[in-house]
Nanobody
Framework: QLQLVESGGGLVQPGGSLRLSCAAS????????IGWFRQAPGKEREGVSC????????YYADSVKGRFTISRDNAKNTVYLQMNSLKPEDTAVYYC????????????????WGQGTQVTVSS
């Protein structure tokens, strides 16, 4: 069964950090672009950060540039999203998604999606 599983979410104070993980099972992520998306209550889903399948090029939404870093560890079949200097407006359910041979852009058609992990930034 092909599956993506996110982990690492939780409750953190403003200014704090979290690292989200996106682990694949049933397939290897080597040839997949991975995107991190988030959706807050009452808002549309937003592309946060993506990494391409080939050259490792990355995309960041303006709202997270300089604070979030996406990386991949193909040996562990996992992609990470390091989130620093978190703000209350970062509160959302975060999803990872995979696209075979993808460019790593938020508007691409991602084939596989995880179930999401909740991130809450609050004092």
């Amino acid at each position: 069964q092909l599956q993506l599983v996110e982990s690492g979410g939780g409750l953190v104070q403003p200014g704090g950090s979290l690292r989200l993980s996106c682990a694949a099972s049933g397939f290897t992520l080597d040839y997949y672009a991975i995107g991190w998306f988030r959706q807050a209550p009452g808002k549309e889903r937003e592309g946060v950060s993506c990494i391409s399948s080939s050259d490792g090029s990355t995309y960041y939404a303006d709202s997270v540039k300089g604070r979030f870093t996406i990386s991949r560890d193909n040996a562990k079949n996992t992609v990470y999203l390091q989130m620093n200097s978190l703000k209350p407006e970062d509160t959302a359910v975060y999803y990872c998604a995979a696209e075979l041979y993808g460019l790593g852009l938020p508007g691409d058609e991602y084939e596989y999606w995880g179930q999401g992990t909740q991130v809450t930034v609050s004092s």
